[in-house]
């Protein structure tokens, strides 16, 4: 056999195999990636799996469970590759939208737009999922960003709840540092929890129309508006007092929560999972206890923001292109109503299903909770509501504010150059 | 079936079987993960792309022009070179220096030191990333608790966190690991160099530094070039100890033109423009390559 010949049979014996590797899959079989790797939500995923399998005996569910980052990344190259898994962890947003757009996922509106399924949930918590009206994943845990703080710290230099104004929070701040204890721990490096403060405060200050018209592009100015700048110039005021642990800068989430955890650090701005990853990180494994409590975001004296709106996001499961009907039916079997009080037992997660949070038994996941069901407006976390390119430049801009390289105009200019060229 | 003679003096069956069994695997392979790979990032360099479905959007020359003057960019390369020259003027002399003394048959222990000084280079680049942002941790680290023998303990420099001592802070950690290697490649070297040779600069009353300079480095040619261009590539594709430690931030003070690569093409999902980075960071290494064989390697020959 000449090299030609060589190489033509090799061809023939590739395109026979290949589709053979690619398509084998018959349709009643359901590939389900997650990220809960911790033993407690890894049997409880298995058990619903098998739950499911019990009762359709012609569905075969493939469970790959994979860390968060290597969860992203394994994604992102099979997204490139045109071929996702059927179900899928996703945090919504700007991300779930460049899928969306791409044509990766499959669209459920038809099973969750006005149907039992989709009323079982809040309207509002679907928001976070819908690309161009049509919705693509379904939301089980949702939540929102607080404070939470070391109340027996608090208590040390006076303080028996957590205030709830921005001039008698900077006091609190104040009065820590001078006993000796820092403020806010907070993680520089890691960019977005900076970014939540910056956002925060620009949420009290120009309440709700800021960002929806700033999103939406009716604020012409966009990120450049005074409101965004003085949210920048406040949290400059705020880095001067020193609030943040020694070398903030270059500190990971990780260790945001282990000085928080560890009784070091007063409080952190973080989301509904901040408990768990505080007990994780702290030497005891415990974390705080009782000793810890999370409270709204304050109000600005003079800005436009009330305490009723906030700054959360939460996760869901998508749906890949080429998912089956048996896969969007499992994803129904998972958020019912016992499998989402199953959950939110073993894993804290805030359950979207409507009669779920009987599961919810901590007291501060109760208060997060009833803060999202009360809000009346909702922004998902900036860096997430925003293709990445864009969530990006905005942490960005956010850590060249704190490291003192930008000014505040500078980095908003940033943020809306980025913004535009989306 | 294939009856087709072959010309004699050519290969014969047996040989080009030979060669295609030994040959045929590994060029498949690099054609397949290096040739193909670097084609397709010349050709969405040239859009803007996210990765995902068709490419429809064609920029022509726009990310390169917006490489050209991207001040991260210009930050980036600036600290590739940076690392590039420290490695050369600071690494390089300290591995040599080590490796005659390791060498010195009148040094006891050469065996033990060789093992010694080459063990951080057997450490995988992550492990060493964590590592050592254990011992630059700002509340629990080592350099602070040294630190806090000598002075105030508040006082204590916060490395990973400070804009203006990261890069360095990386650097030690680079010569930390990989002077061991170059070590290595000095010690095979100074093997080859005729005892006799230094022994004779002895007795014709040579000092010490003057048969260093006359007949060990003259010697040590082909291992110095070899050390140097290692050096200098390894330079700009430096990322996993930069990543493991921070990820070029805060603010892109340890940024590397690699690591900017990643951030802009995956996880902003810029795959166009990661793209143009790419093959910019490909015609550099690929530039220094030719350069440096014409010019550096060739005269000696």
């Known amino acids: ?422 | 079936m294939a009856k087709r003679s072959i010309p004699k003096g050519s290969l014969n069956r047996a040989n080009f079987l030979t060669l295609a069994i030994l040959l045929g695997p590994a060029l498949i392979l690099f054609t397949a993960l290096v040739i193909v790979p670097v084609f397709e990032a010349a050709i969405f360099s040239f859009y803007k792309w996210n990765g995902f479905g068709p490419m429809v959007n064609f920029r022509g020359f726009q990310n390169y022009i917006q490489f050209f003057k991207d001040a991260i960019v210009h930050k980036a390369l600036l600290h590739n070179l940076i690392i590039a020259v420290v490695s050369l003027v600071v690494e390089l002399p300290i591995a040599m220096l080590l490796a005659v003394i390791v060498c010195d048959p009148k040094f006891k222990g050469a065996v033990f030191f060789r093992t010694f000084f080459f063990l951080p280079y057997v450490l995988s680049e992550v492990i060493t990333g964590v590592l050592w942002q254990f011992i630059y941790h700002p509340q629990y680290g080592l350099v602070r608790a040294i630190w806090g023998l000598f002075a105030p303990i508040e006082t204590a420099p916060t490395l990973m966190g400070n804009t203006t001592t990261l890069l360095w802070a990386i650097l030690v950690v680079i010569i930390w690991k990989y002077f061991g290697f170059h070590m290595t490649i000095y010690i095979a070297g100074l093997q080859d160099i005729p005892r006799e040779q230094i022994e004779a600069a002895t007795i014709d009353g040579a000092s010490s530094w003057q048969t260093f300079i006359s007949v060990t480095l003259p010697g040590m040619r082909t291992s110095i070039q070899l050390s140097v261009f290692f050096a200098i590539i390894g330079s700009f594709q430096l990322f996993d100890i930069v990543w493991a430690m921070g990820k070029g931030d805060p603010v892109n003070a340890g940024e590397t033109i690699v690591t900017y690569m990643y951030k802009i093409g995956l996880q902003r999902f810029n795959i166009g423009y990661g793209g143009t980075i790419a093959v910019c960071i490909f015609l550099i290494c690929l530039f220094f390559n030719v350069f440096y064989q014409k010019i550096l390697v060739r005269e000696d020959d």
């Open chain 1, 1 to 422: 056999m000449n090299i030609k010949g060589k190489l033509a049979s090799l061809a023939i014996v590739l395109a026979l195999v290949a589709p053979v590797m690619t398509f084998a899959a018959p349709t009643k079989v359901v590939e389900w990636w997650h990220i809960g790797t911790a033993a407690n939500d890894k049997a409880m995923f298995q058990g619903f799996a098998d739950a499911y399998m019990k009762l359709h005996s012609d569905v075969q569910i493939n469970i790959t469970v994979l860390e968060n980052e290597a969860f992203k990344s394994k994604l992102t190259t099979v997204m490139q590759s045109g071929n996702p898994p059927d179900v899928f962890q996703t945090w919504g947003g700007g991300v779930l939208g460049e899928y969306a757009q791409a044509g990766l996922l499959r669209d459920i509106s038809k099973e969750t737009k006005d149907t039992a399924w989709g009323k079982s949930m809040a309207a509002g918590v679907w928001a976070t999922y819908t690309v161009d009206g049509k919705i693509y994943a379904v939301p089980n845990d949702a939540g929102c960003i607080t404070f939470w703080y070391n109340k027996d710290l608090l208590a040390k230099v006076g303080y028996k709840s957590f205030p709830t104004d921005w001039a008698d929070f900077l006091t609190l701040v104040k009065k820590l540092k001078a006993a000796g204890i820092t403020p806010i721990s907070l993680a520089g490096n890691d960019k977005w929890p900076a970014m939540h403060m910056w956002s925060y405060i620009a949420l009290r200050l120009g309440g709700a129309s800021l960002f929806a018209d700033t999103v939406s592009g009716k604020n012409k100015a966009g990120f450049n508006e005074a409101t965004w700048v003085k949210a920048g110039t406040m949290l400059n005021e705020l880095a001067a007092l020193k609030p943040f642990q020694d070398g903030f800068l270059g500190a990971t989430y990780n260790d945001e929560a282990a000085l928080v955890g560890n009784g070091v650090a007063a409080m952190e701005l973080m989301g509904q999972w901040a408990p768990n990853v505080q007990k994780d990180n702290s030497s005891s494994k415990a974390g705080l206890g009782d000793k810890l409590a999370a409270a709204p975001f304050p109000a600005i004296k003079g800005g436009k923001g009330k305490v009723t709106e906030v700054i959360g996001g939460g996760g869901g499961f998508a749906l890949g292109k080429n998912a089956s009907d048996a896969a969007v039916d499992f994803v129904k079997f998972l958020t019912n109503v016992e499998n989402m009080t199953t959950w939110a037992k073993t894993s804290g997660i805030l359950a979207t299903t409507k009669g779920a949070e009987v599961g919810i038994t901590d007291p501060n996941a109760k208060m997060v909770k009833a803060l999202v069901d009360k809000c009346t407006f909702f922004q998902l976390y900036l860096d997430q509501a925003f293709p990445p390119a864009v969530g990006g430049a905005v942490n960005d801009a956010v850590q060249t504010i704190l490291a003192g390289t930008a000014t505040p105009t500078q980095a908003c200019a940033a943020i809306q150059s980025a913004f535009v060229a989306k």
